[in-house]
């Protein structure tokens, strides 16, 4: 069963859902059947450094752009490649993603991580509920793909929602801190798991920033 704004409302004030924005911002949007979700500060925009993969790689003679995803850590990778994007040059126009200011430029072909403004998910102790990320309708029309694998948020998992965002339409696009590009829906489950998220081994429990997993608070 999905909820509605008045129970979704309900869950939020009972903080058996958790949307929470940072200290001083207002709350997200409540729909009839969803929350909208913000990006959040240009500074955690970020994308792969390919011209450092390329030169780890040409020491090891792996195939430029090969990642072996049977063997693959994310956390220790994402530390080593994940970079903001390089700033806007008028006259360079070839960078797929760059920064100009506080706004973001996605030109065609272009792909980077942002994460949510909120932080998002259900208390790791006897939880409810699971959600679910989605894209806007209108904004995947014009070309934008957000959130492109794994939509769940399983139940007793929290934190800032890392969004895949790639451009595979014509246009270029300018995203900016506190665009809502995303959107939560929540489902009741029948019970709560047997493990928490952290008993199972989650990777990303917490996760603050885009490299996935880092201290965080303890939601209760």
Known sequence: MY????????????????????????????????????????????IWDLAALERSHN??????GELRLGDFNYGEFSEEYLISPPAYNKVKRDDPVCRRGEE???RPGGFLLWQTKEKIGTPKHNPQYICFIDGKSTRARTGILVHLTAPTIH????GNVVLEIANVGPFTFVLCENDV????????????????HLEAGSATFGQDNVKGRQPGPEFS
């Open 3 to 46: 909820l509605s704004d008045r129970d979704l409302q309900w869950a939020l004030e009972r903080k058996t859902l958790i949307v929470q924005p940072p200290e001083g911002e207002s709350p997200a949007k409540v729909d009839p059947t969803s929350i909208d979700l913000r990006l959040d500060k240009a500074d955690e925009a970020k």
């Open 59 to 64: 020491k090891t003679g792996i195939k430029e």
């Open 104 to 106: 973001i430029i996605i």
């Open 155 to 158: 139940a007793g998992w929290v």
């Open 181 to 196: 590009i995303a959107q939560l829906t929540v489902a009741m489950i029948s019970s709560s798991p047997y493990r928490t």
